[in-house]
């Protein structure tokens, strides 16, 4: 008998009846009943297996080949984006130069350390660490490194030997940025002119903020790739395009000098006990500004210390009344016009009623018999009435803006203040008679000295320089064109009025503190009443002496102003001296000869 089962879809009854062949097989082989096998069923579990694990493989192969082949760009986009870090790279500041190539204002190399707090693990001991090194307090410090900030500034413009200090350190999750630090290594000696720069790196004031256009440089940005903590990865590469550096301006100011200037006028303001003062030296044939100061003064490495009072340059802000400087006006219009000469006799009364007012000498006295040179050399109010009316008022306003009263310098300096002479058609029976005397009309410290500038000029009005040019990038200086000089008198007149004023500075007249050994000097003072901002009145006095050196061949004229004076009033007195400090001072850096000749002699009196 053969055994045989169809196995499948089908049953066929075998020869063993009812009973299935597996039913008689058992483990020990025994006539015992087994749980049936069902083969079918486990075949079917097997071909979904099968086909689950293909699925899973074609999905893992599709996103395989998504990743490496469809989105491979824009991932490894994304992960470098996620190390991308940026730096700024700044455009270094152009110079500040004194006529001699000196800086005044320059930019050196810095670094702004900066922490990633999340990456600080104990913020007092990192503080404690740094303390020595930044010279802050540890408190402060502390307050810095401790947050959830992943960018904050501890320290701006350090050094880079302070830099390398605190990267010997490898503290974790502190850096640094490359920047720059403005310095100004003469301190507080041209600080009213040169200005200072803030925190920005931009000009707030002087030079600094005219010239801003051109000192600045154009920054650019430096992306590399940082590692985890925000390390610079060095084999990443970078992308950058090197900053623009800024242009350097070369000044018409000598450096030495203006430290003559700025000792000068710190110590005459002490002396005279006076809110402020001011120093302007120029070089009447070019027009060149040698020094310019002001006290008080502050330093501008140092501004945050300095008040507005500090701040303020007054040799341009400041108008005052200029006073008996401008008699020299007066009597250069009266012998250009022809109408009078240095011997012109003129009649000085006690006192001179023009409209409603009655005009003095600042000291009395009763009647006078002087010259026109006598005027000036005494400076009585009431000559130099009577020589602007032999002019007459339209003629003498011409001469009076001629000189460059009312008009600006052309410097184009922040706060300058051009000054007013009122104009004819607006005068009262008073104006004119004031404005003969220097009162009435407003100016600066710089158009004092341009004025002067005319008279040792020949006769001749240059306008004032500050700036010589600007150097390329080759260190060539392309220089900034002068306008034409404008002629104001006749190169006789200004001589003449020349000569006139060195009898000012003799022992006969009111400025003999301002005589300088070995040099003949022309000069002028002034003591004009000052007008208190704070009421609108007259109250006090601005003292002044405008000289020029040597009056035989004018190399400088320097201008001393000091305001509202408490120690003496007269311009004589406390200016004159301040003058023949600079004065000498100049000469002998200048190298210039000493005087040959005499003054020339005029009579005072008939």
Same mark, same amino acid.
């Given at each position: 008998?053969?055994?045989?089962?169809?196995?499948?879809?089908?049953?066929?009854?075998?020869?063993?009846?009812?009973?299935?062949?597996?039913?008689?097989?058992?483990?020990?082989?025994?006539?015992? %009943?087994?749980?049936?096998?069902?083969?079918?069923?486990?075949?079917?579990?097997?071909?979904?297996?099968?086909?689950?694990?293909?699925?899973?493989?074609?999905?893992?192969?599709?996103?395989?080949?998504?990743?490496?082949?469809?989105?491979?760009?824009?991932?490894?986009?994304?992960?470098?984006?996620?190390?991308?870090?940026?730096?700024?790279?700044?455009?270094?500041?152009?110079?500040?130069?004194?006529?001699?190539?000196?800086?005044?204002?320059?930019?050196?190399?810095?670094?702004?350390?900066?922490?990633?707090?999340?990456?600080?693990?104990?913020?007092?001991?990192?503080?404690?660490?740094?303390?020595?090194?930044?010279?802050?307090?540890?408190?402060?410090?502390?307050?810095?490194?401790?947050?959830?900030?992943?960018?904050?500034?501890?320290?701006?413009?350090?050094?880079?030997?302070?830099?390398?200090?605190?990267?010997?350190?490898?503290?974790?999750?502190?850096?640094?940025?490359?920047?720059?630090?403005?310095?100004?290594?003469?301190?507080?000696?041209?600080?009213?002119?040169?200005?200072?720069?803030?925190?920005?790196?931009?000009?707030?004031?002087?030079?600094?903020?005219?010239?801003?256009?051109?000192?600045?440089?154009?920054?650019?940005?430096?992306?590399?790739?940082?590692?985890?903590?925000?390390?610079?990865?060095?084999?990443?590469?970078?992308?950058?395009?090197?900053?623009?550096?800024? %242009?350097? *301006?070369?000044?018409?100011?000598?450096?030495?000098?203006?430290?003559?200037?700025?000792?000068?006028?710190?110590?005459?303001?002490?002396?005279?006990?006076?809110?402020?003062?001011?120093?302007?030296?120029?070089?009447?044939?070019?027009?060149?500004?040698?020094?310019?100061?002001?006290?008080?003064?502050?330093?501008?490495?140092?501004?945050?210390?300095?008040?507005?009072?500090?701040?303020?340059?007054?040799?341009?802000?400041?108008?005052?009344?200029?006073?008996?400087?401008?008699?020299?006006?007066?009597?250069?219009?009266?012998?250009?016009?022809?109408?009078?000469?240095?011997?012109? $006799?003129?009649?000085?009364?006690?006192?001179?009623?023009?409209?409603?007012?009655?005009?003095?000498?600042?000291?009395?006295?009763?009647?006078?018999?002087?010259?026109?040179?006598?005027?000036?050399?005494?400076?009585?109010?009431?000559?130099?009435?009577?020589?602007?009316?032999?002019?007459?008022?339209?003629?003498?306003?011409?001469?009076?803006?001629?000189?460059?009263?009312?008009?600006?310098?052309?410097?184009?300096?922040?706060?300058?203040?051009?000054?007013?002479?009122?104009?004819?058609?607006?005068?009262?029976?008073?104006?004119?008679?004031?404005?003969?005397?220097?009162?009435?009309?407003?100016?600066?410290?710089?158009?004092?000295?341009?004025?002067?500038?005319?008279?040792?000029?020949?006769?001749?009005?240059?306008?004032?320089?500050?700036?010589?040019?600007?150097?390329?990038?080759?260190?060539?200086?392309?220089?900034?064109?002068?306008?034409?000089?404008?002629?104001?008198?006749? $190169?006789?007149?200004?001589?003449?009025?020349?000569?006139?004023?060195?009898?000012? *500075?003799?022992?006969?007249?009111?400025?003999?503190?301002?005589?300088?050994?070995?040099?003949?000097?022309?000069?002028?003072?002034?003591?004009?009443?000052?007008?208190?901002?704070?009421?609108?009145?007259?109250?006090?006095? *601005?003292?002044?002496?405008?000289?020029?050196?040597?009056?035989?061949?004018?190399?400088?004229?320097?201008?001393?102003?000091?305001?509202?004076?408490?120690?003496?009033?007269?311009?004589?007195?406390?200016?004159?001296? *301040?003058?023949?400090?600079?004065?000498?001072?100049?000469?002998?850096?200048?190298?210039?000869?000493?005087?040959?000749?005499?003054?020339?002699?005029?009579?005072?009196?008939?």
């Amino acid at each position: 008998m053969t055994l045989l089962n169809t196995w499948g879809d089908t049953h066929r009854e075998s020869d063993w009846g009812d009973v299935a062949p597996w039913e008689f097989l058992s483990r020990d082989g025994a006539n015992k %009943q087994s749980k049936p096998v069902q083969l079918g069923n486990g075949s079917r579990r097997i071909r979904i297996l099968v086909a689950l694990l293909c699925l899973g493989l074609l999905a893992f192969g599709s996103r395989l080949v998504q990743l490496q082949v469809i989105e491979a760009p824009a991932l490894a986009a994304a992960a470098a984006e996620s190390r991308a870090r940026e730096v700024l790279l700044p455009g270094k500041r152009g110079d500040i130069l004194d006529r001699n190539g000196a800086p005044l204002a320059t930019t050196v190399d810095a670094r702004d350390i900066t922490v990633d707090q999340t990456l600080i693990q104990d913020p007092e001991a990192i503080a404690l660490q740094l303390v020595p090194i930044l010279n802050v307090k540890k408190k402060d410090l502390t307050e810095k490194l401790t947050g959830t900030q992943r960018f904050a500034y501890v320290a701006r413009e350090v050094t880079p030997e302070q830099w390398g200090l605190i990267r010997q350190l490898q503290i974790p999750g502190i850096f640094s940025e490359r920047t720059t630090r403005r310095v100004y290594p003469t301190g507080s000696t041209a600080a009213g002119l040169v200005g200072f720069v803030g925190t920005d790196g931009h000009g707030l004031a002087g030079l600094e903020y005219a010239l801003e256009s051109t000192l600045t440089g154009n920054d650019t940005v430096m992306v590399y790739e940082a590692a985890a903590g925000g390390r610079r990865i060095p084999t990443a590469g970078d992308e950058a395009e090197n900053p623009t550096a800024g %242009q350097s *301006v070369m000044l018409t100011i000598d450096r030495d000098l203006q430290w003559v200037a700025q000792q000068a006028i710190n110590k005459g303001v002490r002396d005279a006990a006076a809110d402020n003062g001011s120093i302007v030296v120029l070089d009447p044939i070019t027009g060149d500004i040698l020094a310019l100061a002001s006290a008080p003064t502050f330093d501008p490495n140092k501004v945050a210390k300095a008040s507005q009072e500090e701040l303020n340059n007054r040799a341009l802000i400041d108008i005052f009344e200029p006073g008996s400087t401008t008699k020299v006006i007066t009597v250069a219009a009266a012998i250009n016009e022809g109408v009078a000469k240095p011997s012109t $006799q003129i009649s000085v009364p006690s006192s001179l009623k023009r409209g409603d007012k009655r005009f003095r000498d600042s000291d009395p006295h009763g009647g006078l018999n002087l010259t026109l040179h006598g005027t000036l050399t005494k400076s009585s109010n009431i000559g130099s009435i009577k020589a602007a009316e032999l002019v007459g008022g339209r003629t003498f306003y011409e001469y009076v803006r001629a000189f460059g009263v009312g008009s600006p310098t052309g410097l184009n300096l922040p706060g300058e203040s051009a000054g007013v002479v009122p104009n004819p058609d607006q005068w009262s029976q008073t104006t004119f008679p004031t404005l003969a005397f220097g009162q009435g009309m407003s100016v600066n410290a710089v158009q004092m000295a341009t004025m002067f500038g005319v008279l040792a000029n020949g006769g001749q009005r240059v306008a004032p320089r500050l700036i010589a040019g600007v150097l390329t990038d080759s260190g060539v200086m392309e220089s900034n064109e002068q306008p034409e000089p404008v002629r104001v008198v006749t $190169q006789r007149t200004a001589k003449t009025v020349l000569g006139m004023m060195e009898a000012v *500075v003799s022992d006969q007249g009111t400025a003999p503190k301002a005589q300088v050994p070995g040099y003949r000097v022309a000069g002028k003072t002034g003591t004009a009443t000052r007008i208190d901002p704070s009421c609108g009145c007259y109250r006090g006095y *601005v003292a002044s002496f405008i000289g020029v050196a040597p009056a035989d061949s004018p190399a400088v004229v320097v201008g001393v102003t000091l305001n509202n004076p408490k120690n003496g009033y007269y311009g004589g007195d406390l200016a004159a001296p *301040v003058f023949a400090d600079v004065a000498s001072s100049a000469l002998a850096l200048m190298e210039v000869p000493p005087s040959s000749g005499r003054p020339p002699k005029y009579a005072l009196s008939w």
